[in-house]
């Protein structure tokens, strides 16, 4: 299953809640795309809880969007990035989406 | 005289702060925040800006929106200088939550405690956030 998460960590509490549910299970995956894009930055203060779930699933950063954002030279070791075409791919993919709006 | 005349020609100058607080391609908020702030340029004001939480993610250096196909308005930030628009707050704690410090913004700016921040807020005469 793709998880994908469109909000700051800062903003709401999806980030959280979608790590809560997803890692605790084995084959998920998680797409972080638009203001997502800031829970894959190194020294956050949710850094230690992406971390922790990447030893789990699968972690992937919509590159466009972190290029927007300045913020593409500090992704945490280990998330894979993705282009618009990557994205199509990783829903294609996967037998279903959560998107945690 | 009109009343109008009266405040074109000096009448009382407020203390106006605009508080940034979303993150600049999500939403609209950052770019609608920043075309007020540039209209209020035109009103000789005292005009401060105060970016915490997500706000602090509008002043960070390189972005690139060529991808994503939207405008990029990060360079207007540096342009408010201009405008007479000179007094920029940053609140440390945001930073700090978000990895970031002063060397990775793009503008000049005055880095405040959240305890210092708030002194400056209720120093004001008018607070709009955005």
Redesign the interface.
């Known amino acids: 299953m793709l998880h994908i998460i469109?909000?700051?960590p800062?903003?709401n509490n999806s980030l959280l809640s979608c790590l809560r549910v997803a890692s605790a299970a084995k084959g998920h995956a998680i797409l972080f795309i638009?203001?997502g894009v800031?829970g894959v930055?190194?020294?956050?203060?949710v850094?230690k809880s992406v971390r922790d779930a990447m030893a789990n699933m699968a972690v992937y950063a919509l590159?466009?969007?972190l290029?927007?954002?300045?913020?593409?030279?500090?992704v945490m070791d280990g998330v894979k990035l993705v282009?618009y075409d990557g994205f199509v791919d990783l829903v294609a993919e996967h037998d279903n989406v959560q998107s945690w709006l | 005289m009109s009343e109008e005349m009266d405040m074109d020609e000096g009448g009382t100058v407020k203390k106006f702060m605009f508080v940034n607080r979303k993150a600049p391609y999500g939403t609209i908020y950052a770019l609608e925040g920043l075309e007020v702030v540039l209209i209020s340029a035109a009103f000789d004001q005292d005009v401060s800006l105060a970016f915490l939480d997500d706000g602090v993610y509008e002043l960070v250096k390189g972005q690139n929106t060529k991808a994503v196909e939207m405008k990029n308005f990060s360079s207007t930030y540096r342009a408010l200088e201009g405008y007479d628009i000179e007094k920029l707050y940053v609140e440390r704690e945001s930073l700090e939550a978000r990895g970031l410090s002063e060397g990775d913004l793009l503008v000049d700016v005055q880095i405040l405690s959240a305890a210092e921040m708030g002194e400056m807020m209720a120093a004001q005469d008018v607070v709009i956030s955005f």
């Open positions: 469109n909000k700051s800062f903003e638009e203001d800031y930055m190194q020294g956050t203060a850094e590159n466009p969007d290029e927007a954002r300045g913020v593409q030279g500090r282009d």
